[in-house]
């Protein structure tokens, strides 16, 4: 069956008080749209036409991609008329789905059973049974509880409040048929415009059959037109992801104080204490325990790693068993061999440091090579950057850097060797030896402090 996709995201958004698009609005680190997007490509489709309007071209800058066919709806007339926009960069396709750009908890289960029923020759819809469908078009059914129409809030009846069943404006078009109905569409209602939902008595009128799906709760399928709806579905979000961590082997101190912004892929008996964030690409392996505080971005922990509290970690590779933390910092580019240790208010940056190698706290150690069992004493630092360029500095296995030594790149240190406490190391040193870069110490006997003068 040849798929394709419309999602609607015209509408300026104008209850969320804001210059920016309201699908560029985000829920979990991703904007609306995105999810949206992202959702639609798990099924797969031929193409998928992006409706766009308010906002347009910064819509189109944030999320263009090759499968993606933005097109534009200069005047907002109604969702028919939107998807009709892109009736003309659609081909013979068997099945037209169309979606909302600010619905962003749809999951992909929920679409593919939505256009599997529905199939080529039937319209499907995507209804959802709610205590309160206020705002919500209702779904009219005849006595044998065949869907007859869909009546928007405003143009509904007393009775038809009545109706539990509402309609979430998600349904799936049959590609023969979605043409004809679409150009047939009257704006002779309350709000002047061409309601996609009119296009359920087309079908009842041409004998065409309707399928119904219902999504798994109705958060799923809520939107979000201002920013209290916006926090509703952050927390939702959350809480499912929140769920599925714990499901796969996850135990969290406290469900609730967690944040996931990513895609997030974990083992077996891991701890997470409360207020981690985990943000775009993480993986993080058994049996290993993050404290409070800590925010994760696009890293790997490997088995049996400790992240202590509020340490930040940001394209780092840790290996096994290694101790990081707490208030360490680890900046893209750095790599941690089995057992290494990054302590207190210790950054790293583009470092690859070798196994069982220690940098227990207050340095700096960027664009590194460092081999290892490597002691780094406090308050070291890699001097690698002269203003214009960037050096590395290479320590070979075994070193010894003691507290406060400044390193000036590019300089090696050999295996084996040590550098005294307060040296500015600004050349090699050999293997085994020792560097001392300091001026001699000398005692001034019976020195006077300077004191403060009078007024």
């Known amino acids: ?31 609306m749209l995105g999810h949206v997007i992202d959702c639609a490509r798990a099924l797969s489709p031929r193409r998928i036409h992006v409706v766009i309007g308010h906002g347009a071209d910064l819509v189109r800058e944030t999320l263009d991609g090759n499968d993606l066919n933005w097109v534009l709806q200069g005047e907002q007339l109604g969702t028919g008329h939107a998807v009709a926009q892109a009736l003309p960069h659609i081909i013979d396709a068997d099945q037209i789905l169309v979606l909302y750009g600010d619905v962003p908890l749809l999951r992909s289960e929920t679409l593919q059973r939505l256009s599997t029923q529905a199939g080529p020759s039937t319209l499907g819809l995507l209804t959802v049974t709610m205590n309160d469908p206020t705002g919500y078009g209702r779904i009219v059914r005849d006595g044998a509880g065949e869907v007859q129409a869909i009546v928007e809030q405003k143009d509904a009846s007393a009775e038809h409040l009545l109706i539990t069943e509402a309609n979430t404006g998600i349904m799936a078009l049959p590609g023969k048929q979605a043409s004809g109905w679409l150009t047939s569409l009257s704006n ?123 340490s930040h970690l940001d394209g780092a590779d840790v290996g096994e068993s290694c101790d990081i933390g707490p208030y360490a ?42 081999g290892e069992l490597v002691n780094i004493g406090a308050g070291t630092i890699t001097c690698n950057y002269d203003g214009v360029n960037k050096s590395v500095t290479h320590i070979g296995d075994d070193v010894f850097i ?51 003068k009078d007024s």
């Open 188 to 310: 002779d209602n309350a709000q002047g415009e061409y309601y996609l939902t009119d296009v359920v008595a087309l079908a009842v009128a041409s004998k065409t059959g309707i399928e119904v799906a219902q999504p798994k709760d109705e958060v799923e399928v809520m939107g979000a037109n201002n920013r209290q709806q916006l926090s509703v579905l952050e927390r939702y979000f959350q809480a499912r992801e929140a769920l599925r961590l714990m499901t796969e082997g996850v135990t969290l101190s406290d469900p609730a104080r967690l944040d996931v912004r990513g895609d997030i892929v974990v083992g077996r008996d891991i701890f997470m204490d409360i207020n981690v964030v985990l943000e775009g690409q993480v993986t993080i392996e058994d049996d290993v325990e993050i404290g409070p505080n800590c925010v994760i971005r696009n890293s790997v922990i490997r088995r049996g790693s400790v992240i202590k509290a509020f």
């Open 329 to 370: 910092r680890l900046r893209p580019g750095t790599r941690l061999g089995q057992g290494a240790k990054v302590g207190n208010f210790v950054e790293t940056k583009k470092a690859d440091i070798g196994a069982g190698s220690k940098i227990n706290h207050l340095s700096y150690v960027g664009d590194a090579l460092i």
């Open 402 to 452: 003691g507290s406060n030594t400044a390193l000036v790149a590019p300089v090696s240190i050999g295996a084996g060797a040590t550098t005294a406490a307060g040296s500015t190391i600004t050349q090699d040193v050999p293997a085994g030896a020792l560097a001392v870069a300091r001026s001699r110490q000398r005692s001034i006997e019976n020195w006077k402090r300077p004191v403060k």
């Open 1 to 31: 069956m040849i798929l394709d996709i419309v999602i609607l995201a015209a509408g300026q958004g104008t209850r969320m008080r804001s210059a920016l698009p309201k699908v560029l609005h985000s829920v979990a680190g991703k904007s």
